[in-house]
């Protein structure tokens, strides 16, 4: 069976591979692109997600979402991701129009439109859309088959020591999602460091010699030196392709079942999510937490995904 999905995201690097694998992936369907404010603006990253459908010929809905968190005042990473959100590659414009709904709109009406528990939500940026949307339709929260969610860590984060930078981003929103009562898969920094795009990776997707591969090696050629500069990392990790990989073959990483919730008061570690794999803290696990990736299995995929892509005529990936 299929795996269908929404990809809610903030493109941004890491964003762009994950549209592309699931565009490119026969094992998923994708159905809709949303997209929330967090690498950049709203404005800089919906531009980005319409360029990345240009390139890779998706044809699917897109919605602009949340202009900014929930409570918190906005966060974004120029330093990561560029001014533009997703420097490097030349961004060509956009072939279609984005869909006049509201990203939250967007998501409850697919989930609705579709069977119940056949519809895996995505996100891949701050959760504000998602938590929107819970509270919007309640009835999504059944019906969603579960989240698989690029975010946290139960180690260290990459925005403050406590926190990764999509739940830093709003913490409300993410509490929020965690304690739904949802199936939630959190995909957080422990597994996405794994997922590093190493030379011989770059060098495989290269040799696809498309316009699609093309752009992805100019992506990972600006992204890995803002994490090479920024962050001291050899080859820069692919954090939201993880999501999207695991949905195409789960065995791409192990996980474990854990209690999450995200601190929202400490003085210096809000956005914390705080991962208990046993029972110190009493409560029922809500989260399957990603642990051990299979990088070989990914990028497999993610080169045979650009290939696939790359194979459909330039006029058709154009229209
Ligand atoms: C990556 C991101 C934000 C900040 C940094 N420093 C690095 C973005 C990625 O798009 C990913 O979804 C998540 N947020 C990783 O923290
Ligand atoms: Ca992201």
Redesign the pocket.
């Known amino acids: 069976m299929t795996e269908r999905l929404i990809l809610d995201?903030?493109p941004?690097?890491?964003?762009a591979l994950a549209m592309i694998l699931a565009a490119g992936d026969p094992r998923v369907e994708l159905l809709a692109v949303t997209t929330c404010a967090?690498?950049q603006t709203l404005e800089k990253v919906t531009r980005n997600a319409l360029a990345v459908c240009a390139v890779a010929g998706i044809d699917v809905p897109v919605a602009a979402g949340a202009r900014g968190p929930l409570v918190r005042p906005q966060l974004v990473?120029p330093?990561?991701?560029g001014e533009s959100g997703l420097d490097g590659p030349v961004l060509p414009p956009a072939v279609r129009a984005l869909d006049p709904r509201h990203a939250v709109d967007l998501i409850i009406d697919v989930v609705l439109a579709e069977e119940p528990g056949t519809v895996t939500l995505v996100p891949?940026?701050p959760l504000t859309n998602i938590a929107l949307a819970m509270r919007k339709e309640p009835r999504i929260v059944d019906r969603v088959k579960r989240v698989v969610l690029?975010?946290g860590s139960y180690t260290r984060g990459?925005?403050t020591p406590a926190a990764?930078?999509?739940i830093a981003a709003d913490p409300e929103a993410a509490q929020a999602v965690f304690a739904g009562g949802w199936p939630v898969t959190m995909v957080g920094?422990d597994l996405?460091h794994q997922a590093t795009a190493d030379p011989d990776v770059v060098a495989r997707i290269a040799a696809v010699g498309s316009p699609l591969s093309e752009f992805v090696v100019d992506v990972l050629g600006f992204f890995g030196r803002t994490y090479r500069e920024?962050?001291g990392f050899d080859a820069p990790p692919v954090?939201?392709l993880c999501c999207v990989a695991h949905l195409c073959d789960p065995a791409v990483f192990t996980t474990r079942d854990a209690f999450v919730a995200v601190e929202l008061t400490g003085t210096w570690t809000a956005g914390m999510t705080v991962t208990d794999f046993g029972d110190l803290l009493g409560q029922p696990h809500n989260t399957d937490v990603a642990v051990a990736l299979d990088k070989p299995r990914l990028w497999d995929m993610t080169v045979q995904a650009i290939a696939a892509l790359s194979a459909v005529p330039a006029e058709a990936a154009a229209r």
């Open positions: 995201c903030d941004g690097h890491d964003d967090g690498n990473a330093e990561i991701h891949t940026g690029m975010g990459n925005k990764e930078f999509n920094l996405t920024q962050q954090h939201d």
